[in-house]
């Protein structure tokens, strides 16, 4: 375990309890249902707005969401909270489903969204009016603001807040039918103007917002604030565990005040530390300014933190469930190291994608004592750490290209790959000798190289005994083809994308390295054949992905999803990230 995990592990994870990791919301439940609590029902739910793409915070929430239902026996539902129709969008809606599928979890028949429950929540708020719970205010969004006080000073009543039930309720429906403009009037909860909490201070149910909701049309003109809409529809769909961020921890007092006004079920709200990652801006408002202002492809570039730039970029739903699992569940807020993300990803494409080769910056190299035209075909392992993944040829000739940085004419102190006079093994071939150097007699540039090669020393031959100090990869010229690689470093230059320097915003951290295209590049024939979306091992260089987007047969585009540790050759560690 690297030292990343072990910082994460003692600062978040709770004590196990028989063999899985616990956490403090697992042991609430356990803890309920010992106690015989709701009928020992568990029934969670994973409550997205569909403003945007899923990032990887919210895959921190499904995993716990649908987790605990699937550990205990419960169901875990997928409800759309869509009481926003200026932001909402259907495109969201299916981004999240494929999303959640993809990282394995399954809400059955039970997709749900706020919307379905707006008759419902109309009746709720009826029902709080009739109760002399409800009024409807006169006050405009800045003069709501102006009376609601301040953290040290008491708000102010609101001078609509005396009016009768007769005239709220008349006031109520006529709003509903569209009576009045956009802000004019609003539905609010009669509480406290003094609470400490401000969440308390008579806030908004109902807004009249003439705008067309992506699933009920021009149905309704009045919308359910968040607020009324979210501990209602968990109480209608009888959720036992609420479980959300901490964020929402001061909004608890106002949940319960509606649901015991209401009396109906109630469910236990319990709130936990939303995920953050170093280099990484987490929070949709900035990953839709990204989109929006063109720093990077779309929802789905594979900088993106998001779901579907995940995929793309080659992550597995495995890596990141396993992820969401280590970084644990805390009460308090804290920042994870990328490095464990990344981190989770090696591990299990280590043990799944098969090892290719491919050369991102060719070099020629003429082996001059190889026969012309003579091709052998040489045993590659498919897969060192899972045998039954089997074997495959390549196919070994006079001329190969290897790696531009695996040759330097002259190498530093400790430089053990290919220069003058000096030998390496070709990786699964020979060893060979560095013995010329052809130069662009303009610009010199190195052109190609020549080497002479040792027939003793075929790879796996009894006699190939003799040792070199280094190994590296290479194709045969003739045999391999061209192919895209995108290497990938982070998106923002800062570990706290939001510390910008004085003046500027968190736009000013982008890094404006993130992308590297290479388009020279070259990989083993067979790779024209890849289906996208698939993950390989290119040998010494990192794990890869074919393009679900750019990459076709006839133009292969692979995404370098993380970096790896060298494990079988003596490369010198640059440091070097991308
Ligand atoms: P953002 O702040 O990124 O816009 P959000 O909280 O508004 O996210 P929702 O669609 O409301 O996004 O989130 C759905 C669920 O995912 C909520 O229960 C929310 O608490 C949870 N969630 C969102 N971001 C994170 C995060 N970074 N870590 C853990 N859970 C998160
Ligand atoms: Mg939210």
């Known amino acids: ?173 006529r709003m509903k039918v569209g009576e009045f403009p956009d802000g004019a009037r609003t539905l609010r909860a009669k509480i406290d103007m003094a609470s400490p909490n401000l969440n308390m201070r008579d806030p908004v149910m109902y807004r009249i917002l003439h705008a067309t909701h992506h699933r009920t049309g021009d149905e309704w003109c009045v919308y359910p604030t968040y607020d009324f809409a979210h501990g209602q529809s968990d109480s209608i769909e009888g959720i036992t565990h609420s479980i959300c961020t901490l964020e929402f921890e001061d909004h608890r007092p106002l949940y319960d005040w509606f649901l015991e006004q209401l009396n109906i079920h109630h469910p236990q709200q319990i709130e936990f530390a939303r995920l953050n990652l170093t280099f990484t801006a987490l929070s949709k408002r900035k990953l839709l300014q990204l989109v929006q202002q063109g720093h990077v492809g779309g929802w789905d570039d594979p900088r993106m933190p998001t779901l579907a730039g995940f995929r793309r970029r080659g992550y597995t739903p495995e890596a990141i469930r396993t992820f969401c699992e280590r970084i644990g569940v805390a009460k308090r807020n804290s920042t994870v190291d990328i490095a464990m993300l990344e981190h989770c990803l090696r591990e299990d494409l280590n043990k799944r994608a098969p090892r290719v080769m491919a050369v991102l910056r060719p070099l020629k190299v003429v082996i001059d004592n190889y026969p012309e035209g003579q091709i052998e075909e040489l045993d590659a392992v498919n897969n060192p750490e899972d045998p039954s993944m089997g074997t495959r040829k390549v196919s070994f000739s006079r001329e190969i290209y290897i790696e531009q940085d695996d040759f330097r004419e002259e190498p530093p102190k400790g430089f053990f790959r290919l220069s003058p006079g000096h030998e390496v093994r070709l990786r699964y071939a020979y060893i060979v000798k560095c013995t010329g150097v052809v130069k662009d007699s303009q610009t010199g540039e190195i052109k190609e190289i020549h080497c002479t090669y040792d027939p003793e020393t075929k790879s796996g031959s009894s006699q190939s005994s003799r040792k070199v100090k280094a190994t590296i990869h290479w194709l045969s010229a003739a045999h391999a083809v061209s192919a895209e690689v995108r290497l990938y470093d982070q998106l923002f230059i800062k570990e706290d994308p939001d510390d910008a320097p004085q003046g500027l915003d968190w736009t000013a951290n982008l890094n404006s390295h993130s992308l590297e295209r290479l388009t020279d590049c070259r990989v083993e024939p067979f790779l024209t054949n890849a289906k996208a979306g698939e993950r390989y091992q290119f040998e010494r260089l990192g794990y890869f992905c074919v393009d679900s987007v750019d990459s076709s047969p006839g133009y292969m585009v692979f995404n370098r999803a993380v970096t790896l540790r060298d494990t079988w050759a003596k490369v010198e560690r640059s440091g070097r990230r991308r």
């Not at 409550?47 to 699937?70: M, Q, V």
């Not at 759309?80 to 809606?93: I, L, Q, R």
């Not at 800045?142 to 039930?165: A, F, H």
């Open 1 to 173: 375990m690297d030292e990343t995990l072990n910082r994460i592990s003692e600062r978040s994870v709770a004590t196990p309890t028989e063999g899985t990791p616990s956490h403090f919301i697992r042991n609430i439940v356990i803890e309920d249902l010992q106690q015989n609590k709701n009928a020992s029902r568990v029934h969670t739910r994973f409550p997205p707005e569909p403003n945007g793409y899923l990032h990887i915070g919210h895959a921190k929430s499904i995993c716990l969401n649908f987790g605990l239902a699937g550990e205990f026996g419960g169901l875990c539902n997928l409800r759309f909270d869509d009481t926003n129709p200026s932001k909402e969008d259907v495109e969201y809606v299916e981004s999240i489903k494929e999303d959640v599928r993809w990282l394995g979890f399954d809400w059955g028949d039970r997709e749900y969204f706020a919307s379905d429950y707006f008759a419902q929540l109309y009746q709720f708020a009826i029902q709080l009016i009739k109760a002399g719970k409800a009024y409807v205010c006169d006050l405009n969004a800045d003069q709501i603001r102006e009376y609601r006080g301040t953290l040290t000073e008491p708000g102010k009543n609101s001078p609509y807040r005396e009016r009768s039930v007769e005239e709220n309720l008349d006031l109520f429906e």
